[in-house]
C-alpha cells in the first residue's frame, strides 16, 4: 500500500470530506460538532467521524474510496483516530460489517447510551444494523 497520511481534517476543510462522500455516491455527511479524520494520498482516499456523546464518541462516516478497499486501509484509519478516546467509541453498522468491526476490536457486548439506543431503534425500522463498542485502554 502506498504511504497514506492519516490525520484529523482541519474544521475549515470539512467540505472536502463531504465532496469526498458525494464524488462517491455516498450518503454520509461530515457531522457539525465531530472531529473529522482522513486518510489522504494526493487527495482524501478514506474518511470517518468522531461526536462526542454521553460516554464517549459515536463513530460514524466511515468510507474508503473503492480502489483502495482491501487494503486494511479503514483499520488504519479507525485505530489511528480512536487511540486517545476517552471511553467508549460505539457505531452503528449493518451486520455484514460484523467482522470487519470485530478485527479492529469492537463488539455488540456493549451497552448504548439512550441517544444511540434511540437512534438504533429508528434505523432499524428500515433496514438491519447492529451496534457496536469499543472500549478504550486504561
Known amino acids: 500500500m502506498p504511504e497514506l497520511h492519516i490525520e484529523p481534517l482541519a474544521e475549515p476543510l470539512w467540505p472536502l470530506l463531504n465532496k469526498f462522500y458525494r ?13 473529522l479524520w482522513v486518510a489522504r494520498d494526493s487527495e482524501i482516499v478514506a474518511g470517518l467521524c468522531l ?23 479503514a483499520a488504519r484509519l479507525i485505530r489511528q ?10 457505531l452503528l453498522c449493518h451486520p455484514d460489517l460484523e467482522g ?5 476490536g469492537f463488539s455488540q457486548d456493549t451497552v448504548l447510551p439512550q441517544s444511540l439506543s434511540e437512534r438504533l431503534v429508528r434505523y432499524k425500522r428500515n433496514k438491519p444494523m ?8 486504561e
Not at 462517491?24 to 455527511?29: D, G, I, L, T
Not at 462516516?61 to 482491501?70: E, H, I, L, T
Not at 447492529?130 to 485502554?137: F, R, T
Open 23 to 35: 464524488s462517491h455516491n455516498s450518503p454520509m455527511k461530515a457531522q457539525k460538532g465531530g472531529r
Open 51 to 73: 461526536t462526542q456523546v454521553v460516554g464517549g464518541q459515536f463513530l460514524t462516516g466511515v468510507f474508503v474510496d473503492p480502489a483502495y478497499r482491501g487494503q486494511g486501509l
Open 81 to 90: 483516530a480512536v487511540a486517545e478516546v476517552d471511553g467508549t467509541v460505539w
Open 100 to 104: 470487519l468491526y470485530q478485527r479492529i
Open 130 to 137: 447492529i451496534a457496536m463498542g469499543l472500549q478504550s485502554p
